[in-house]
Every structure is written in structure tokens, then in C-alpha cells.
């Protein structure tokens, strides 16, 4: 299969996939699955009778535990490094 796109475009993915150390056409197939999955996930919101809620759950209580021992770090020093990490601007 061929798609086109933009030379800018085209300049992105590479250079993103480089960074996570695939293949353009990896890191390509790998963006189409993550959406696949957020569709799932974004056409059922989950309950407390899926098997998922505890964990939900549990890791949510354990940040709370985490940020009130001051062991948490300001969102935008995090939203820095991942924008850093994968090449986006504000």
C-alpha cells in the first residue's frame, strides 16, 4: 500500500521513529494499533463491574498516596520531557 503525504509529514514520522528506534513503517502500523485500541476503549466507558475498574482504581489511590507524601513532580516539567522526548512543540 502507498499513502502519500506531506514532505513535512513524511519528516516527522521519521524523525519520531527514529526516536522510538523502529522503522517508519513500524512506527506507522503502531500508530493505526494505538488508535484501534483508544477506539475501543473510547466507545465504552468503563464500570465498576469490568474487570479493569480495581486496577483503574488502585493506581489511581496509589498516586493520591504518592502526591500527598510530596512524592509527585509539577505536570509541566512531565509535559516538558515528553514533548522533549518526541519532538512537539506547545
Same mark, same amino acid.
Given at each position: 500500500?502507498?499513502?502519500?503525504?506531506?514532505?513535512? @509529514? &513524511?519528516?516527522?514520522?521519521?524523525?519520531?521513529?527514529?526516536?522510538?528506534?523502529?522503522? %517508519?513503517?513500524?512506527? %506507522? &502500523?503502531?500508530?493505526?494499533?494505538?488508535? /484501534?485500541?483508544?477506539? /475501543?476503549?473510547? /466507545? @465504552?466507558?468503563?464500570?465498576?463491574?469490568?474487570?479493569?475498574? @480495581?486496577?483503574?482504581?488502585?493506581? %489511581?489511590?496509589?498516586?493520591?498516596?504518592?502526591?500527598?507524601?510530596?512524592?509527585?513532580?509539577? @505536570?509541566?516539567? %512531565?509535559?516538558?520531557?515528553?514533548?522533549?522526548?518526541?519532538?512537539?512543540?506547545?
Amino acid at each position: 500500500m502507498t499513502i502519500r503525504i506531506s514532505p513535512e @509529514a &513524511e519528516e516527522l514520522l521519521q524523525k519520531r521513529a527514529l526516536a522510538e528506534g523502529v522503522s %517508519v513503517e513500524a512506527y %506507522v &502500523e503502531q500508530l493505526v494499533r494505538e488508535d /484501534e485500541d483508544w477506539g /475501543e476503549l473510547s /466507545e @465504552a466507558p468503563i464500570t465498576p463491574h469490568d474487570p479493569e475498574f @480495581a486496577e483503574v482504581r488502585t493506581a %489511581v489511590t496509589e498516586g493520591l498516596e504518592q502526591a500527598k507524601r510530596g512524592e509527585s513532580r509539577p @505536570a509541566e516539567d %512531565v509535559f516538558s520531557e515528553r514533548r522533549a522526548k518526541h519532538g512537539l512543540s506547545r
